[in-house]
């Protein structure tokens, strides 16, 4: 199973409105990133927040971590149609796999 | 090049050919990743590799699967006897050393049907 697992699974917003997605994780990590994805390609990454860290901004994005419940929330803020994608968390364990372990996505529609 | 690069973009082929995927890494990146994403899912590891230590092939679904990477750069992976269910696209990305808080960084894939 996904190590890292998002929810929701899609979310449909109107431009101006705030997006919140929340990524649950199993084991101990590093790290745990966010990723973008258009149309099923590319991913594009968005920011990393560390073990030893509890909240990231960068831009309109914020991004908190909870490792006692081990969760991860991205809040983008005043959304507009161009963040219209699917969004990954991945997480950087210290143990077992070493290789970025993806999520499921958020699908994100922000109609304008 | 500036980023990772992935070759072909798009691969027909008949099920039961052979196919191989490139992956050409940013210049000085130790670590590379193969994952696989069907449509509208997440993405499924297949393989890792970490400059000269064996690779972590845990996630191949089959033998019929296999990778290599040459030199510490170049990375193909090559599936045999191609099914209808390995259609999907392939991702590759690579990174500085793993667990060094680095990001990845990713190809734009390859999508490949077989029919």
């Known amino acids: 199973s996904q190590q890292g697992e998002e929810d929701p699974q899609a979310l449909s917003i109107q431009e101006g409105e705030n997006a919140t997605m929340n990524c649950s994780y199993k084991t101990s990590i590093n790290n745990l990133q966010w990723y973008r994805q258009n149309s099923g390609r590319g991913l594009v990454h968005l920011i990393l927040?560390?073990?030893?860290?509890r909240e990231k901004h960068s831009g309109r994005l914020r991004v908190t971590l909870d490792t006692s419940k081990k969760s991860s929330s991205l809040l983008i803020t005043a959304s507009r149609a161009a963040d219209t994608a699917s969004y990954f968390c991945a997480t950087d364990s210290f143990t077992g796999r070493r290789a970025l372990t993806f999520g499921s996505g958020t699908r994100l529609q922000v109609q304008p | 090049g500036a980023g990772v690069s992935q070759s072909p973009s798009n691969k027909v082929t008949e099920k039961g050919k052979d196919v191989e995927l490139r992956c050409d890494p940013i210049?000085?990146?130790?670590?590379l990743y193969w994952y696989r994403q069907s449509l509208g899912q997440g993405l499924e590891f297949l393989i890792y590799?970490?400059?000269?230590?064996?690779?972590?092939k845990s996630g191949l679904p089959s033998d019929r699967f296999s990778a290599e990477r040459t030199g510490g750069s170049v990375s193909t992976l090559t599936i045999q006897r191609t099914q209808q269910e390995d259609s999907a696209v392939y991702l590759c990305?690579?990174?500085?050393?793993?667990?060094?808080?680095?990001?990845?960084?990713f190809g734009q894939g390859t999508r490949l049907t077989v029919v």
């Open positions: 210049s000085g990146h130790t670590a």
């Open positions: 990305a690579s990174s500085l050393e793993a667990r060094m808080n680095t990001e990845a960084f």
């Open positions: 927040i560390r073990s030893n860290e």
């Open positions: 590799f970490q400059g000269n230590s064996a690779p972590d």
